[in-house]
């Protein structure tokens, strides 16, 4: 990995600025890891923007003040449950073999990240959804990353205004639009994948 890959990325920071964390007592643990699975099944099955607090209180057995004292309402349960699966993507564009990770072309890698990223909204769009929906995906530390690998592959590439293309090409990976999509469109999984690939490769020049 080149010393400027290390440098431009935001390694793995989804929220920048917080203090480090302290050691979680047993009792807090134990109502953490309550919490977010019963959030986790409730978003499963239904919307995470319409799932309150008190239905989440209720399904991990634990009280209001419990819930709130950690997590202020559904989407930051959402963003932490959410948190560890975009971490392992970040950790395979850092450190992984490539296509994804370093040591293949821009456009393979701009294509692999496509590929990484559908697969992630496939299997987790319940928590994107509740996490990163609107105006909000774009104030995330994950979205910040994302913003970072694509715009030095586009700088590698050689397109021209890597920074104003970006968020372009992040744009179609927004949750709303791959459940638009996914659900309403019904194309599937590997036609959406497709189309992003090959929108990677034309303007990557793969």
Known sequence: MSAGIGRELPVLDLEPGRPAPVRERADAARNRMRVLKAAEQLFATRDARHVTMDEIAKAAGVG???????????????????????????GHILNGPPPLGPGASPADRLAAFHIAMIDLLERHLHLVLGAETGSARFGTGAYRFWRAHVRMLLTEARVPDPEGVADAVLAPLAPEVYQFQRHTLGLSQARVTEALVWSARRLAGG
Not at 67 to 86: C, F, K, N, Q, V
């Open 64 to 90: 209001r003040a419990t819930l709130y004292r950690r997590y202020p309402d559904p989407a930051s349960i959402a963003t932490a449950l959410l948190d560890e699966h975009e971490r392992q993507v970040q």
